[in-house]
Each structure stands twice: as C-alpha cells, then as structure tokens.
C-alpha cells in the first residue's frame, strides 16, 4: 500500500495532532464534535445536522462495511471534515458497493487518520467543542491555526437554509394511507418519512422557509419539524411558524432542532452545551412511562428549563412542574440521565411534544421508536401520553411554576 500523505489537525486553542490524509487531499474547517458509536458511520456521514462540523469518532476501527447505496440519510456527505483512528483497509460486508475513503474522495471530504482519537475526545470533553483545522497541504500548524480562528463559530450559525430542501416532495404512505403530516425540513434525515410511512402516514417533505399557508396546503393533520444544525437562537422563521401552528391547535412533533424551536416558540430560550451530545447510547429517562431509553443524539444546543439555566444547581427536573406560556402549561416530558438536560417537552394544553434525540436512528438503537406511535395518536385526538385528550398531565397533580 502507498505511504499516505501526512496531515495535520489543529484545534482552535493551539492542540495540534499528526496524522496522515484520509479521503480528499486539501484543507477544511468546522467544530471539532465527537461521536461515541460504535455503528452507523455512513449514516453519521449524511446527517444534514452535521452540516460545517468536523465529526471525530471515537470507535478506533472505521470502514469495517464499507459503503453502500441504502444507508444515506440523504443524497450527499455533510460533514466538515472526518477524524479516525484506523482506517479499515478493506470493507467487508455483503451490502457493500465500496470503500469508505474512496467515497470521502469523490465528495471531496478531507480526513485525517492515525490521530490519538482517545486523546482528542478525552481534549474536547475538558475544553468544549471548538473550531478545527484539517489539512494534508499545509504543514504548519501555526499557519493553519490563524485560519481556523478566522473560520466562522457555530454560536450564531444560520444553517437551515443551506441543509432544506429546495423544492416539496412527498413520501407516500406504506399501505392504508391514515393520516397527511406537513414535515418542515431543517435538515431532515430520509428515515423520517420512512418511520411515518410504516404507520400509514405520507408525508410533504417542505423547504425551511415554508409559511403557514404552504403548510395548510397539503391538507396536512399534522405538522413535524426536523432535526437540523446550527443554532437555534437564530432560527427566527421557523420559530414565528410553530407559533403559527400551535395558535391553530395543529398537532405537532418536534425532533431535536425542531425541539429547540418548539421551545422558543413556547417562550423558552436555548443554550450551547459543552461539548454536546453526540452517540447512540445515551441514557434518557421518559417520565410518561417512567422507562429508560438507550438513544442516539446529534445536538450540541439544548432548551434552557427556567431555574435550570447554564450555571444553576444540577438536579432533576421537579417531576410534577408545569410552566405556564402563552399557549398553556408545558412539561419535561425525557430527560439525559447524564446530565440531566432537557430532552423532551410535552404541551399540557395543546397537542404538541418534541424530543431532543433521535427516535428515527437508522443505525438503532431503537428504544425510542414509539415515539412515531404517539405522534399517531396525537393525531388521532389523543394526548402524547396514549390517553384522551391533549391536556393530560404526567403526574396525578398539577404545580404550576
């Protein structure tokens, strides 16, 4: 095998780590992020959300399937840039129509392999997610450290509208069609439209900047917004349209940046986590069942609880705790037990529920795939909880914060 060609990787507060080209020869830059997964490379790979992210895995053997035609998540890589360990040198799988590197070749992604990954993430957990460099032209780490403090901040990013659609389409329903869901694509990953699709459901996947009257349309009962990147503190369009909906009692479902903007759009701010959450085997309790989940996550943002904001006292959130908004009261309805963010909200007095992971995970698990389940009985007039009605609380009682 030819000796691959030397590549540096320079982290915003001056770390820099040596490796070798891994994928396209030439230079990139994002925020370094890591990944805890063991699986599903090629699905971390094609997640919109990763749109202008340097994504580094933690798994040290990456490649091992290879590549193959039906496991996108959409129609292109979005990833900044790839770390890993050990490339595969050969991928063996009986789904696989190609290697790995030679894919991140045609699409012009830049990596680095043979980099201390453990180091790295062990680097990004103490200081916090921040800017990269990769670059296999540029030999000098003080020359590409002044890019990358140069490269834009993902605190203020607008991404949505490089990430959407650009024009409607839809995913018909498998079977007996049910229901219509209006899905407003931030960033949208093509499991989605499969997962509402199996539960009879079609779906008009939608461009970001859609309106109200787009939405009503496609004669939609309901109303989903997606997963997708960048912060949502800047995401003004989208927040003014769930306002929209909700002031129409539209049953709606938010998934994690479609969660953040649920919550801006019920008052709540938002707020940038350390280094974010990012794997799929991240515990999550649900106060509707009292279950614990096992679930992928992709955020790096998360909804700020009121008493509960950056720098409070750590603690589980009041189990009984309801926030009055303009449109009623408003629940935790799943927590991180690791840290115990947010990461699902549920409306007393509308019909609508978000969560901040991803129940849709194509590389699994699959713990928290019910939650599709619920979004049907939402609308079918139910609450989120599978109980009558969409003001149901979680607990017996009611305390109104």
């Given at each position: ?91 063996s799988?009986?789904?696989?129509t ?38 296999s ?55 989605v ?52 909906v ?40 649900d ?80 713990d928290a ?33």
């Amino acid at each position: 095998m030819a000796k691959r060609r030397a590549a540096i990787l320079v982290l915003e507060d001056g770390r820099t780590f040596h490796g070798e080209a891994y994928g396209s020869v030439g230079e990139t830059f994002g925020e370094a992020v890591f990944n805890t997964g063991m699986t599903g490379y090629q699905e971390t790979l094609t997640d919109p959300s990763y749109h202008r992210q340097v994504v580094v895995q933690t798994a040290p053997h990456i490649g091992n399937t290879g590549v193959n035609g039906e496991d996108d998540e959409s129609d292109r890589i979005w990833v900044a840039g790839y770390v890993v360990r050990d490339p595969a040198r050969i991928g063996s799988n009986w789904r696989s129509t190609g290697g790995l590197e030679d894919r991140l070749g045609v699409e012009g992604v830049v990596g680095i392999a043979g980099v201390d990954t453990r180091a790295l993430t062990r680097h990004l957990r103490e200081r916090g997610a921040m800017r990269v460099g990769i670059s296999s032209v540029e030999d000098d780490p003080r020359a590409l450290l002044e890019r990358v403090r140069q490269s834009p901040q993902m605190v203020g990013a607008d991404l949505s509208a490089e990430v959407t659609t650009a024009t409607p389409y839809v995913v018909e329903a498998e079977g007996v069609h049910r229901y219509t869901v209006a899905a407003v694509d931030l960033g949208i990953k093509r499991n989605v439209p499969r997962r509402l699709a199996a539960r009879g459901v079609t779906t008009h996947v939608l461009p970001a900047g859609s309106t109200i009257d787009d939405l009503l349309a496609t004669g939609a009962d309901a109303v989903f917004f997606s997963p997708g990147p960048g912060d949502p503190a800047t995401a003004d369009g989208p927040v003014t349209l769930a306002r929209e909906v909700l002031s129409r009692r539209i049953p709606l479902f938010g998934i994690c940046f479609g969660s953040q903007i649920l919550g801006r759009a019920l008052g709540f701010g938002t707020y940038k986590l350390g280094y974010g959450h990012r794997g799929i085997n991240q515990p999550v309790l649900d106060r509707v069942t009292g279950k614990v989940e096992v679930t992928s996550h992709n955020h790096g943002f998360a909804v700020a609880w009121p008493g509960r904001e950056p720098g409070t006292a750590a603690g589980p959130v009041v189990p009984d705790e309801v926030i009055e908004t303009e449109f009623g009261g408003v629940q935790v309805s799943h927590v991180c037990l690791n840290d115990n963010v947010v990461e699902g909200l549920r409306a007393v007095d509308v019909p609508a529920f978000t969560v901040q992971y991803h129940p849709e995970a194509a590389a699994g698990p699959h713990d928290a795939d019910y939650l599709f389940d619920r979004f049907a009985e939402l609308i079918e007039g139910r609450g989120p909880d599978g109980q009558p009605g969409a003001g149901r609380n979680l607990s017996e009682g009611r305390t109104n914060a």
